[in-house]
């Protein structure tokens, strides 16, 4: 499976919020359709959350999670959570933390979009992530996170 920009939800980008949930921002979602995606029969995908170059602060803590929903950039309470991490104390996000590498559900693509989002307790008022899909756990030798010279 070739991996490319599509299945890059952020590249460094900023995520922050007070009391509430935030997305990484517009255009930054899956579309099935558009990434003419065949999943393959068998073939587990990979979610990746990395702390980008800055690290998180203020706040108490931040719960990221993967999202579909069949409207885009959705945020309209339709969309349905399939993955959530624990919540994580802010100052465990440092530069280069991981937040999350694991495998995503299956049929991940029953609805045609797919986003990132998270959710912090208190002001979380600076931080940025690195999130992408791959096909493989971060730190093998296939995990395939989109670079610029790849684009």
């Not at 990221?64 to 885009?72: K, M, P, Q, R």
């Not at 690195?130 to 296939?142: D, E, Q, R």
Request: proline share 3%; charged share 15%; aromatic share 8%.
């Amino acid at each position: 499976m070739l991996y490319d920009a599509k299945f890059e939800f952020g590249d460094d980008v900023q995520l922050i919020a007070t009391d509430t949930t935030s997305y990484i921002g517009t255009g930054k979602e899956v579309d099935w359709v558009l990434s003419g995606l065949n999943l393959g029969q068998g073939t587990p995908m990979y979610l990746n959350i990395v702390v980008g170059t800055t690290a998180y602060s203020g706040g108490t803590s931040c719960q990221f999670f993967l999202e579909v929903d069949d409207t885009s950039e959705g945020h309209d309470g339709t969309g349905k959570v399939i993955m959530m991490t624990d919540a994580i104390p802010v100052g465990d996000l440092g530069i280069g933390a991981v937040v999350y590498s694991g495998a995503v559900p299956v049929d991940v693509d029953a609805d045609r979009y797919l986003q990132v989002g998270m959710t912090a307790v208190g002001t979380v008022a600076a931080g940025t992530i690195n999130a992408w899909l791959s096909n493989a756990p971060l730190n093998t030798a296939s995990d395939l996170q989109v670079d610029e010279s790849n684009i």
